[in-house]
């Protein structure tokens, strides 16, 4: 079945430094792939999203990669800030429109 | 430009009673979708709906839980005779068309059981 999931529960990193939250996915026939953050009380806010033609897409700070081979999915966040720390989400676009979501990550970055 | 708006943001109801959970998608969306979130999980999808229409309802529970977008007016997620396992965080999301768009979401409606 589908399944989204994530590696570490948990990533703390020291500020300045840079952060990598990875994710794997199941389902090959997935074609778009969205990491939200989440920070405590609030809904998801979208970061970055990466089409299944892509294999690399830069944003502000933060760089998503897509390995199709593995189905393997990661977020790099370039020169952490206290503001980063939150729950970071990936989630896969089914072809219904429907998203599924991994567990998530706690990333918690420390001054 | 206001994003996705719900309410209430928290909602407090008996076992028993119904609990209704509005959403306005983002001005120029006709697309919303419903995911519930428990403590310490991630998001669940329930239902995708656009006006007058459920796309897709293969995450709603078969009983007690229903959910609208009519022409006019907010989306409505209602739960009747609620029970303890239904507290959670229920989260609407928008997109402006169909299948792979970005999907933004509101805050959410914190619902609790007593």
Same mark, same amino acid.
């Given at each position: 079945? /589908?399944?989204?999931?994530?590696?570490?529960?948990? %990533?703390?990193?020291?500020?300045?430094?840079?952060?990598?939250?990875?994710?794997?996915?199941?389902?090959?026939?997935?074609?778009?792939?969205?990491?939200?953050?989440? /920070?405590?009380?609030?809904?998801?806010?979208?970061?970055?999203?990466?089409?299944?033609?892509?294999?690399?897409?830069?944003?502000?700070?933060?760089?998503?990669? %897509?390995?199709?081979?593995?189905?393997?999915?990661?977020?790099?966040?370039?020169?952490?800030?206290?503001?980063?720390?939150?729950?970071?989400?990936?989630? /896969?676009?089914?072809?219904?429109?429907?998203?599924?979501?991994?567990?998530?990550?706690? %990333?918690?970055?420390?001054? | 430009?206001?994003?996705?708006?719900?309410?209430?943001?928290?909602?407090?109801?008996?076992?028993?009673? $119904? +609990?209704?959970?509005?959403?306005?998608?983002? =001005?120029?969306?006709?697309?919303? *979708?419903?995911?519930?979130?428990?403590? $310490? $999980?991630?998001? =669940?999808?329930?239902?995708?709906?656009?006006? $007058?229409?459920?796309?897709?309802?293969?995450?709603?529970?078969?009983?007690?839980?229903?959910?609208?977008?009519? =022409?006019?007016?907010?989306?409505?997620?209602?739960?009747?005779?609620?029970?303890?396992?239904?507290?959670? +965080? *229920?989260?609407?999301?928008?997109?402006?068309?169909?299948?792979?768009? #970005?999907? *933004?979401?509101?805050?959410?409606?914190?619902? #609790?059981?007593?």
């Amino acid at each position: 079945g /589908e399944s989204v999931g994530l590696h570490l529960p948990t %990533l703390s990193v020291q500020e300045g430094d840079n952060s990598i939250i990875n994710c794997a996915y199941s389902n090959s026939a997935s074609d778009y792939f969205i990491w939200y953050k989440q /920070e405590s009380g609030k809904g998801p806010q979208f970061i970055i999203d990466i089409r299944s033609n892509m294999d690399k897409r830069q944003g502000q700070r933060v760089t998503v990669l %897509l390995n199709k081979t593995v189905k393997h999915l990661s977020l790099q966040i370039a020169a952490t800030q206290p503001g980063d720390s939150a729950v970071y989400f990936c989630a /896969e676009a089914g072809n219904t429109g429907k998203l599924i979501f991994g567990q998530g990550t706690t %990333l918690q970055v420390k001054p | 430009n206001a994003g996705v708006m719900q309410n209430p943001r928290h909602l407090v109801r008996r076992r028993g009673q $119904e +609990a209704r959970l509005r959403c306005s998608p983002m =001005k120029g969306h006709s697309h919303v *979708y419903w995911y519930r979130q428990l403590p $310490e $999980e991630g998001l =669940k999808f329930m239902v995708y709906l656009q006006k $007058e229409n459920i796309i897709d309802e293969s995450g709603m529970p078969k009983e007690r839980f229903s959910a609208e977008f009519p =022409k006019e007016g907010p989306s409505i997620l209602r739960i009747q005779q609620v029970v303890r396992g239904d507290s959670a +965080a *229920y989260f609407c999301a928008s997109s402006p068309t169909l299948g792979t768009d #970005t999907q *933004y979401f509101g805050p959410g409606t914190r619902l #609790t059981v007593l």
